[in-house]
């Protein structure tokens, strides 16, 4: 089964930047989506970014509209979230996931269906 393997997160100051990538390690097969979920301790589970296959316009959550970008190259075989002006509050651990057509996951934070892809996760550290 294909693996999404992610790299990028670390500790970085209030205001800096960092940049995560999300590799597939093979073709997924038909994905509606691709996107960046994070967790905070004590906090709901929240969509961050989100590319769908079939709508131009990507999601960007309200709270990092205007610093965060999300990209992706080669059909969706690598997902990257670009964070700029970071605060402390976008300390989380970040996932990546993808979900298939006809599943009904659309990227939403509160899907669980056994059939979305994660990635490992990987830790934002923004201190003040």
């Known amino acids: 089964q294909a693996q999404l393997v992610e790299s990028g997160g670390g500790s970085v100051q209030a205001g800096g930047s960092l940049r995560l990538s999300c590799a597939t390690s093979e073709d997924i097969g038909s994905i509606s989506c691709m996107g960046w979920l994070r967790q905070a301790p004590g906090r709901d589970r929240e969509a961050v970014a989100v590319i769908y296959t079939e709508v131009d316009e990507p999601y960007l959550s309200d709270s990092v509209k205007g610093r965060f970008t999300i990209s992706q190259e080669n059909g969706m075989r690598t997902l990257y979230l670009q964070m700029n002006s970071l605060k402390p509050e976008d300390t989380a651990m970040y996932y990546c996931?993808?979900?298939?057509?006809?599943?009904?996951?659309?990227?939403?934070?509160?899907?669980?269906?056994?059939?979305?892809?994660w990635g490992q996760g990987t830790q934002v550290n923004v201190s003040s």
């Open positions: 996931v993808a979900d298939l057509r006809f599943t009904g996951g659309y990227c939403i934070a509160s899907y669980e269906g056994p059939d979305r892809y």
